[in-house]
């Protein structure tokens, strides 16, 4: 029995009936203001009982089948889901992992750039002081070999200079009475030498 | 020129100053045109410009002697330029001077001094030489303003040094 013919019935029974009152001005009456007659309550019964008996009979195994379906479906689901989850969880070790990996790996590269800076700087200052000793140690020796080369363009120039002089004033004082001595000297000296 | 030529020429110059009788003169008077020839830049250009004429230069060399030395030398020396071996006159002169100095038994001696030599300094000079050498000279005097003062004497491979030129690049290479 339906649940709405049962409701019917029951609010009949407790419901007093009521007076035959006037449906509408061209004379329909009705049993009760609110109910329906009974033998269309027992007949739309009948009727609902054997609609919800059919009902059952036939679509409850292809709804049932359809929950199965579904309840399979959302557990297909809930099972992808996990397992999603579980890969994603997976994932997500392995990235923590390689996120590990990559900080460590960041770590020893920076480490490691940071050893070959300290290993660079410190070749290049070895290399500029070693560089900075053979600059000075050349320009002290351009410097001495400098000094050396105008003392001696110096010295060359003095001599020069001093050749030229000594033979202006040579040339100035050899008159004929000097040429006259140098000669007589030779004279002297070679005829003295046998 | 190769010494052979050089020879050559020596050795004619010395027949012809010797047929003709003068060869003391010409062979005094071409030593000292020689010398002449090696202190003159001048003298040098002109003889050996091979652009001037044969005949140009055996004219300046005329200009130069005519008067101051006898035919023969102007004659030879003129011979020597006109044949285009100006150059080589010095030598040949030289090697004509040693070929009269062996031919009277003579070593050339060359003295070179800032001012002229008398003859009595030339005849001492010389006695002194061949006192001091051993050996019979023929003495050649040459006026050389570059050696200042004093003496240089050349014989042979000997030189006797005392000029004052020598004493100034002494000092200036202990300088």
Redesign the interface.
Known sequence: MSLLATTSLLVARVLPASEEVPFDDKGYHTEHWLFAPTWETIIASTASIIVFGLLYKFASPTVKQSFKDRTEGIQKELDDSAAAKSVAETEATRIREAKGDIDAERGRLYAEADAQAEALLTDGRARLDDEMADLEARSDADIDAAADRSADEL?AE???Y??KA??RI??DT?D?T???E??????????A?? | MSDARIEGYARALFEVARAEGTLDEVEDELFRFARSYESSDALRNALTDEHVPAEKRQAIVEDLLGGKATPTTIQLVSMVVGSGRSRELPAIVDSLVQRASSAKQLDVAEVR???A?TAD?QA??K???E??T?KSLNLKAIVDPTV????V?TIGDTV?D?T?RTR??Q??SR?
Do not use: K, M
Not at chain 1, 182 to 191: D, N, T
Not at chain 2, 148 to 151: A, E, H, N, S, T
């Open positions: 010295r003095i001599a020069r001093s050749s000594v033979e040579a040339y050899l004929n000097t040429q006259q140098l000669i007589e000297s030779f004279i002297s000296r070679v005829g030498s046998s | 001094t800032a001012v030599l300094q001492r000079l006695a002194a030489l006192n001091s051993g200042l003062g004093g003496v004497a006797i005392d004052v100034i690049d000092l200036q300088l």
